[in-house]
């Protein structure tokens, strides 16, 4: 195999003087230099200048002002994504995950070789994330394809990471390993365990409603996150890790295990170790990505409860592979697919519970009758043989036994009607069910700007039996489908006492977040769907039983504020153009239109 022939190549040695010696072959450029060899490491990806062993002489040469000797350049690559930035804290530990994963990839007998990305953390961009998902994941992208390299490990964690570079290698098709900086853990403090962000939600709604005093919510800002790694809980950065695990481009136990356990690093040491051992024996993502394995991680959507983001996600992640994620099919499956981990949002418990409850294996040894088991991992393992014989530890408290779920449908619904032709998500697990027939006038607000200035105007003219309805905030509109759909219960209502409301938009809303809310309602109000024609005084039906959302305006009515409907300008430059020309809607991911796949 040529991989071990390389490591017998001879290299170069320190001559008494210093000097540098080259190889006793006599051949200065080494094994990888002649281009009558299938290419591979170094030689992968020459320019073409008209001359391609002079491209890779220069390619070497250059390499070399890196002090790498000529036995090392001889090996096969791994290419590192590193996406270590000072505006990503939940990557923090991104350097020592990549010292790590160097140990593995030098373990095995190839060079390993890092290179930057585009790094998104949630809090840290505007408009917000989603709206540069695509460009990591096209950046991502390309730096993959471009560059020489035999296999990769991607390394992602915040939210829109994991799906950007799911993307990436999808579309590279290069053998891939996905490896997370996992999860912060939960700290008490003051007898009461808390993480990002579920606990900030509920906090901030406190303090809104006045239960709280803003000497406290100024020192709990500093309780919340208080170890590197993504939010406890089992927000959108745990479900796509949860996922990306399910999908097989990670092992079970590299979802969940913390940030800051022993067990992350050599989870790291293994990644690179993996990409070694795919560029023996690739396996493409393209061969992984069948419709059994998109369907395995829908119904893991499902069972963990997890984040609506993961929707949108999962049809951009499928869109690459020429799949696509149906929302008639996620309902159903949703339908026959019982919640079955108590983690936060939905539930009690915090990731590091899930790590030790059993993770993965467990949950999915639970779900196995509902699983195709014949889905291959990187290694090429199926389903099956990854969650083995049942015979593994389990805490009950945390993942619950098929038959006594935490509850016996899926999460998520899918929601059409008259205000939502193509679809609306609607997560019942986080949901107040008292509010699942809601018929009711709507309050509207025509994009975050008017959001922000009136809902705590004292003379806002809503009750608590209104449904809240925001516009001009899905993935073409200038905001870029922030995580806004968790509408603020309106200052005056929540000091009263209330807790939910019926709230819709077409944005998403963050996967540590609960309430009464319909999300991605499809097409959004910026391409001139129904939602853009809806006004304050106008009624909506929300039926959770019967999957409907519809506004209740008679068809003259609106086809008169159709004939008067105005799109906002487009914007002229830069990446806000290419996304505004190409974005699809939420039901196809949200993604750039001309990166799908065909089917
Ligand atoms: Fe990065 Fe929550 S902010 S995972």
């Given at each position: 195999m040529w991989y071990q022939d390389t490591a017998s190549t001879p290299g170069p040695t320190l001559g008494g003087a210093g000097m540098l010696n080259l190889p006793a072959t006599g051949n200065p450029f080494g094994r990888t230099a002649r281009m009558s060899d299938k290419p591979h490491g170094l030689g992968r990806n020459t320019s073409n200048y008209g001359d391609r062993d002079f491209a890779l002489y220069l390619r070497r040469s250059f390499a070399k002002s890196m002090g790498y000797s000529q036995r090392m350049l001889d090996k096969p690559v791994v290419g590192i994504a590193d996406t270590a930035s000072d505006y990503n804290n939940c990557h923090r530990t991104v350097p020592e995950l990549i010292e790590a994963v160097r140990r593995g990839v030098l373990s095995e007998g190839a060079l390993p070789l890092g290179f930057p990305t585009v790094s998104l953390c949630e809090p840290s961009l505007s408009p917000c994330s989603m709206h540069y998902r695509n460009l990591m994941a096209l950046d991502t992208e390309a730096m993959l394809s471009a560059q020489p390299m035999d296999a990769a490990v991607l390394v992602g964690g915040c939210d829109k990471t994991v799906p950007a570079q799911l993307m990436a290698a999808i579309s590279a098709d290069i053998p891939a390993v996905m490896l997370v900086t996992g999860p912060m853990l939960a700290q008490a403090f003051e007898g009461e365990r808390l993480s990002a962000c579920t606990d900030c939600r509920r906090y901030w709604a406190r303090y809104r409603a006045g239960e709280v005093t803003a000497e406290r919510i100024g020192e709990l800002e500093g309780k919340l996150a208080t170890t590197a790694g993504t939010c406890g809980v089992m927000g959108t950065a745990s479900t796509m890790a949860c996922i990306a695990a399910t999908l097989g481009f990670m092992p079970l136990a590299g979802a969940s295990a913390p940030a800051v356990h022993a067990d992350r690093l050599r989870i790291a040491e293994e990644a690179g170790a993996q990409a070694v051992r795919l560029i023996k024996n690739p396996i493409r993502p393209s061969q992984m990505m069948t419709q059994g394995n998109l369907d395995n991680a829908v119904r893991v959507l499902l069972a963990l409860g997890g984040s609506t983001n993961a929707v949108v996600h999962l049809a951009a992640i499928a869109g690459r592979a020429g799949l696509s994620l149906d929302l008639k099919r996620l309902d159903a499956l949703s339908e026959e697919t019982p919640v079955l981990v108590d983690l936060k949002p939905t539930g009690e418990g915090y990731m590091e519970d899930f790590h030790a409850a059993g993770g993965m294996r467990a949950l999915l040894w639970e779900l196995r009758d509902l699983l195709d088991l014949t889905t291959i991992d990187l290694d090429g393992v199926s389903l099956a043989d990854r969650i083995g014989d049942g015979s593994h530890f389990v805490d009950r408290r945390i993942i619950r036994a098929f038959a006594e779920p935490?509850?016996?449908?899926?999460g998520l619904v899918a929601l059409f009607g008259s205000l939502a032709p193509e679809g609306a998500i609607l997560k019942r697990s986080a949901?107040?069910?008292?509010?699942?027939?809601t018929e009711a006038r709507c309050m509207v607000f025509d994009g975050l700007e008017d959001l922000a200035n009136r809902i705590?105007?004292?003379?806002?003219?809503?009750?608590?039996?209104d449904i809240l309805v925001l516009k001009y905030a899905g993935p073409r509109s200038p905001s870029g489908m922030p995580e806004a759909g968790y509408l603020p219960i309106p200052k005056k209502l929540a000091r009263a006492g209330v807790k939910d409301m019926v709230r819709m938009s077409d944005c998403r809303m963050s996967g540590t977040a609960f309430g009464t809310i319909v999300l991605h309602?499809?097409?959004e109000a910026a391409v001139g769907g129904p939602l853009a024609l809806v006004q304050t005084g106008d009624r909506i039906r929300l039926s959770v039983k019967d999957r409907k959302l519809d506004l209740l305006v008679a068809e003259d009515e609106m086809a008169r504020r159709r004939a008067a409907w105005q799109p906002a300008p487009a914007p002229k430059r830069g990446w806000d153009k290419l996304v505004y020309d190409q974005v699809t809607q939420a039901p196809l991911g949200?993604?750039?239109?001309?990166l799908r796949a065909a089917p």
């Open positions: 935490v509850s016996p449908v899926g949901a107040t069910p008292s509010l699942f027939e705590d105007d004292p003379e806002l003219d809503v009750t608590a039996q309602i499809a097409p949200a993604d750039l239109a001309f």
